[in-house]
Nanobody, 119 residues
Framework: VQLQASGGGLVQSGGSLRLSCAAS????????MGWYRQAPENQRELVAL???????NYADSVKGRFTISRDTAKNTVYLQMNVLKPEDTAVHFC??????????????WGKGTLVTVSS
């Protein structure tokens, strides 16, 4: 199982980006999907989560600006980021809690995608 994230880049303050993360491989089911980020010299922090049933949870710093969504058929999670601020600059990681075929449920992480917001 592999997670491939994309969509990062350089954007001006107030701009928008859309991140995508697709899971591939032999997958039985996917539970929670989420996005995390890590800025230089900071710990990795939760940005947004979406459950299998579609319930969402956001960090206070992104509420009202970011929207997480999922396409179950495509094993993909998205993060629409609007009104970006310089403090959103970080490497963004996707995570999925999933059950591979013939294996136990565990968390899988994608390689990070860098989001840089210029002032």
């Amino acid at each position: 199982v592999q997670l491939q994230a994309s969509g990062g880049g350089l954007v001006q303050s107030g701009g928008s980006l859309r991140l995508s993360c697709a899971a591939s491989g032999s997958i039985w089911s996917i539970n929670d999907m989420g996005w995390y980020r890590q800025a230089p010299e900071n710990q990795r922090e939760l940005v947004a989560l979406i459950s299998r049933g579609g319930s969402t949870n956001y960090a206070d710093s992104v509420k009202g600006r970011f929207t997480i969504s999922r396409d179950t058929a495509k094993n993909t999670v998205y993060l629409q980021m609007n009104v970006l601020k310089p403090e959103d600059t970080a490497v963004h990681f996707c995570k999925m809690r999933l059950t591979p075929r013939f294996a136990n449920i565990k968390d899988y992480w994608g390689k990070g995608t860098l989001v840089t917001v210029s002032s």
